[in-house]
């Protein structure tokens, strides 16, 4: 079956009406916790935003390279002869420039662990409502007297998943160590 061409380039009217509110949301709360953001943290995300720009990079090279040339050309009067001041200013800056960037970092980090949480929580919820409708499923199938070749599969995949146990393994896998057989 072709495809049509919005489909085929993505067009956003494509969209379902659940997606769209689900966007919607998302973008909300994106601009509440910008908005519940302290003006410390603004200022920090400012500094951070300006200091990985080029505008950044050129002002410095631009005032590094008026100090050094300032410093060195002769007949001009030397401030800094020996560049201890211009060292002192950048490892100052340096030592600034790493807080504010980790300020910012850790902001990052905490939505990242916010999107994780719920990222595992939809999951979960997927997983168990899938499990309830292989059961449901299965059911159905039973009462018609339906065979299928996955039947046999039926027991294992109508589990829940124990998030606890499968961090266990995974961890347990992760230092070497053999993970623990079940009981069958």
Not at 74 to 80: A, Y
Not at 167 to 179: F, H, K, T, V, Y
Request: charged content about 25%; aromatic content about 4%; hydrophobic content about 45%.
């Amino acid at each position: 079956m072709a495809q049509s061409p919005s489909s085929q380039n993505g067009d956003p009217s494509d969209l379902s009406e659940a997606l769209r509110g689900n966007i919607e949301a998302l973008r909300r709360r994106r601009e509440e916790e910008l908005a519940s953001a302290g003006s410390q943290e603004h200022l920090a995300d400012a500094i951070t935003n300006f200091t990985g720009s080029m505008g950044f990079v050129y002002a410095h090279m631009a005032l590094y390279g008026i100090w050094i040339a300032v410093n060195l050309l002769p007949n001009l009067p030397h401030f800094d002869p020996t560049f201890v001041v211009l060292a002192m200013v950048a490892s100052v800056e340096a030592i600034f420039l790493s807080t504010f960037v980790l300020i910012s970092q850790n902001r990052a980090k905490a939505a990242a662990d916010k999107r994780d949480d719920l990222d595992l929580h939809i999951n979960l919820l997927a997983e168990h409502e899938l499990t309830k409708l292989i059961m449901l499923v299965a059911t159905i199938a039973e009462r018609l007297e339906i065979r299928s070749p996955v039947d046999n599969d039926l027991h294992e995949i109508t589990k829940d998943v124990e998030p606890a146990a499968v961090l266990e393994e995974i961890e347990q896998c992760e230092e070497g160590r053999q993970p623990k057989e079940e009981s069958r």
